[in-house]
């Protein structure tokens, strides 16, 4: 069969044994016997890791050597490995988009492994499939757009200071926008920094210094962000400032609005004077802490790890050694004792602080969520499960390790930005490993603790980290975006009755008046292909690149052996 351009198909299809990830499970002779009988397919050939050097080289060389213009890969998942399929595709001259991926592992032998000849079955279905929908694929070609070279930075905290900094040296203009009324967010109530024991006024002030100074950044304090449109390179923002609203093009946008810690109203006799909170215990040990207290108790996961909210704040244990250190240093006669549920003392330098606390005296006491500890007037009572008796501690003061919250407006922020927040209000990555920094949302960047409570460390690689990703496309001048979108294919059937519009969760559609009256116009840089509006669609005036009714349809029919 000739393809639209009157070319004979000549499909190649590649089998992945992934080591034995996919050979260990399926039967790779037969697969590959098997694909030699399926249409068009006129190679197929089996790789230990196709994403190898070497495997990449095979579809270099098949591609070139049996003049193939459709390849199939059958390996793992698109998610991870397919822009390098699709690149080895265009090194050599095939179209990118001429390339169909199977997806064997995930979808069969990982998911079938006690069952080698069904799976082997259904990886042949899946292939069967594969190859009806590369016959029909279509070259397709990049999109392109202008990027704006300017960066909004929402928050001014650690996180949002050191992405400003890193961008604004590169040489792009930053706009930060801040609610406080000044920059600076956490550091400006923390005493010290661990594990280093940095004066956290000091860092804040060293910032907010090279900001003020620096020609490329534009800070805008008591503002707050109102309303976005645009798409990755073309943003347009409205800053409502105190000299009224400003509306400013830019090209990225980095969320960096960090969290706020939790009050405990109503736990443990929390009252804000001799039942405190660990950022409140800061402030006190900025100005010295009272000579008159001698004994301090701190209770850990208060008011977090329960059932309004389930997860570990991460940084609250380190906080309280931190701060049992600080104390130990102010006055070396106090007796600290910290009890917790379990002790979160990620890293090196954490652990090796955590130990010196212990040589310093400060006393350690595991209680168990069931039987929390009880705050007395100036005693804390709490059950040893090692002594298997109730202790009765006494305390000056009681200290109380409270859970970094998402921002109230978060929810707010996530809407005008459309990207995700989850359950507990915290920015949700586009995928925790591969690509933690940034949104499915092209241009939306994110850092520190608006994503998940993060420490100061943690808070300066992530703004960095944000950073670097943000400049590559300010850094381009352009955006390339994969052309894997929605596209009116039916212009005439179109009644612009907005339904797609509504639903799109991109913004990447719009109504536009023409001649033939109201129809729907595809922003194509901010169209992400998801399918919502040519699913959505009751008149089949929409499409998706790759994924045309044509296409989908030649698969099902495939399964089906029709
Ligand atoms: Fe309505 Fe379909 Fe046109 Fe969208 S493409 S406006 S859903 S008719
Ligand atoms: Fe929006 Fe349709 Fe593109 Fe999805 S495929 S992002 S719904 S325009």
Not at 101 to 109: A, E, K, P
């Amino acid at each position: 069969m000739p393809d639209k351009n009157n070319e004979q198909l000549r499909i190649g299809v590649f089998l992945c044994h992934c080591g034995s990830n996919i050979a260990g499970y399926l039967d790779m002779e037969e697969l590959e016997k098997f694909a030699k009988t399926l249409p068009h397919v006129t190679f197929v050939q089996r790789n230990l890791y196709t994403c190898s050097e070497g495997g990449i080289n095979e579809i270099k060389k098949g591609i070139v050597e049996q003049n193939l213009n459709r390849v199939v890969v059958a390996s793992c998942t698109p998610r991870t490995h397919e822009p390098l399929f699709r690149n080895s595709c265009a090194e050599v001259g095939l179209n990118p988009y001429l390339f169909e991926m199977v997806n064997i592992r995930d979808q069969c032998s990982w998911v079938h492994m006690q069952e080698k000849e069904d799976a082997t079955e259904k990886a042949k279905d899946l292939i069967r499939m594969g190859v009806a929908k590369a016959a029909l694929l279509e070259p397709q070609e990049p999109i392109m757009s202008e990027v704006t070279t300017r960066a909004l930075v929402l928050g001014g905290g650690m996180a949002g200071m050191t992405a400003s900094l890193a961008l604004a040296n590169r040489g792009y203009e930053v706009v930060i926008v801040e609610k406080e009324d000044k920059l600076g967010g956490m550091l400006n109530k923390i005493c010290k920094l661990g594990p280093s024991m940095t004066d956290a006024s000091q860092v804040a002030e060293e910032r907010i210094k090279a900001i003020d100074q620096h020609p490329k950044i534009t800070v805008f304090t008591k503002s707050r962000l109102v309303r976005v449109e645009g798409f990755i390179g073309k943003f347009k923002a409205d800053v409502e400032t105190e000299a009224g609203v400003k509306n400013i093009d830019i090209g990225v946008i980095l969320i960096a609005t960090g969290a706020h810690v939790f009050t405990p109203e109503g736990l443990y006799g929390y009252d804000g004077q001799r039942v405190i909170t660990q950022l409140e215990l800061e402030e006190r040990l900025k100005l010295g802490l009272d000579p008159s207290v001698k004994n301090v108790v701190m209770i850990q996961c208060v008011g977090a790890r329960d059932e309004q909210r389930p997860y570990c704040s991460r940084i609250c244990c380190q906080v309280a050694v931190k701060n049992a250190l600080l104390i130990k240093e102010q006055h070396p006669d106090a007796r600290v004792s910290i009890l917790y549920r379990d002790m979160q003392m990620y890293g090196v330098e954490n652990e090796e602080l955590y130990r010196e606390s212990k040589i310093k005296g400060v006393r350690y006491i595991n209680y168990s969520p069931d039987r929390p500890p009880e705050v007395k007037d100036d005693q804390v009572l709490v059950f040893h499960p090692l002594l298997g008796r109730e202790l009765n501690l006494q305390a000056d003061l009681v200290v109380l390790s409270t859970p970094m919250v998402a921002q109230a407006d978060a929810h707010e922020v996530s809407q005008l930005l459309r990207v995700p927040i989850d359950e507990n209000g915290f920015f949700l990555e586009g995928h925790v490993k591969l690509r933690p920094l940034d949104f499915a949302t092209d241009g939306v960047f994110l850092c520190g603790s608006a994503r998940y409570p993060a420490n100061i460390r943690e808070a300066v690689a992530q703004g960095l980290g944000a950073a670097s990703r943000a400049s590559i496309p300010l850094s381009k001048g352009s955006v390339v975006v994969e052309p894997i979108i929605s596209v009116l294919v039916n212009e005439d059937a179109c009644r612009g009755c907005g339904l797609c519009v509504a639903l799109c969760p991109y913004g990447a559609l719009e109504i536009r008046h023409t001649d033939k009256g109201r129809k729907v116009h595809v922003i194509n840089v901010a169209c992400k292909g998801c399918g919502v509006c040519a699913a959505t669609c009751y008149q089949h005036a929409l499409t998706i690149n790759s994924f045309t009714d044509e296409q989908l349809s030649a698969q099902i029919e495939a399964f089906l052996g029709t």
